[in-house]
């Protein structure tokens, strides 16, 4: 159990970043391609976005499997002729990491790989586990042996010591006794295997490339490597892809899904499409929802760059003010760049972030961000507005009240440190120092997909982060919650 812990851990980032959501991981397959490694290494930098702690890949040439894992982003791991040169095979899976269960280590650098009684099995897991400690305490008294903190080694596991005859007939067993968020793609000595949970909280596409088949986190990654998309792999589905051709499976009962809210506000790049809709034109939706629920007299609307952007200007389109570049981001800041100390935590947003002044000074600003969880960025932002001369500075945030915890693969606060959950909206304002702050409705959000609002009986999408409606249970959430109640029930005594 050391080490595991569950993903509603914040981070302290000398950037900032322990102030934004970030953006689960990226998974990429593919099956039949020369050089399939090289196609993996241009689809996980399209999906760099979704993890940017590690990145690796696994291939298998026919008879063995070939692996490479690294700290760090895709280029400069995996733009090198010696690297790549190893990863021999026509099959290959990949994976982006940012750790939300088990720590940021080489050892928990995915895809994972063992041999089984079955043959190689290598994963790439997009996701959260909700019962993986509950798994993991099992298998440990059962006799495991956990090589890294990650909850994906749960499945592995599961799969090792599943008594069914067959790989395929071992996997689906392991998929049986997982709750929460996964979409997986799998490699083994056959070829693929792709499939996401009954709810289908993270998304995963499928693609033709030729006569090759490609898996993908987003859309986008395959047109970065010249793939057309073919359809969603469904929530609950497994896709299997060998020498037979392609096949289907549903092995569980049939859920209404329950994707991500999440990746319409923030996490997909804006090229992508989910749900099939385009994430750049929900956001520009969005923004005008915001408009019509909360306009305020202004100058200019400016973004916080770059997540802000599209709901920015479907803002400055609806309300009828003029879209400006307020902020210019840096694009050259890196987490290896900055060093600890208090000096230059202190000046972190401003080597993200830095106010236009010639624009901005004497002007009334509606300032657009995608979200608030604790606060001190837009704390930040707001004061070096005002610093350069901006007159009022109105926030909108394009999403609903951040209030509770992910526990479906993003890495969140706890709630203890969330803004909305610790604050009211005049409260929030305060703190933050702007003139005025409004956030989108859920309803306003739910508009902005399509829908008249939301279904309160049977929401369309996982929206638990702002309505605290979880989908699933929270074995180990609700472990540890009995834990703390128990410690104090007996420091009462």
Known sequence: MAGLQPCAGGRDDPLGDDDRFHEECGVFGVFGVDQAAAAVALGLHALQHRGQEAAGIVSFDGSEFHAHRAMGHVAGNFDRPDVMGELKGRVA????????????ALRNVQPLFAELAVGGFAVSHNGNLSNAMALREALIRRGAIFQSTSDTEVI???????????????????LKALEGAWSLVCLTREGLIATRDPLGFRPLVMGLMGEAVIFASETVALDVVGATYLRDVEPGELVIVDSLGIRSLNPFPPQRPRPCIFEHVYFSRPDSQSDGLSIYEVRKRIGAELAREAGVEADMVVPVPDSGTPAAIGYAQA??????????????????????????????VKLKHNANRALINGKRLVLIDDSVVRGTTSVKIVQMLRDAGAREVHLRVASPPTTHSCFYGVDTPVRSKLLAAQMDLEAMRAFIGADSLAFLSIDGLYRALGEPCRNGIAPSHCDACFTGAYPTRLTDQEAQDDAGQLALMAAAK
């Open 93 to 104: 899976i990949g994976h982006n990491r940012y750790a939300t269960t088990g720590a940021s």
């Open 156 to 174: 592995i596991h599961l799969v090792a010591t599943s008594p069914q005859p067959t790989l395929l007939d071992r996997f689906i067993d392991a």
């Open 319 to 348: 309300a009828q003010i003029p879209f400006e570049l307020g902020i210019i981001r840096s694009h050259y800041v890196g987490r290896t760049f900055i060093q600890p100390g208090e000096a230059v935590r202190h000046l972190g």
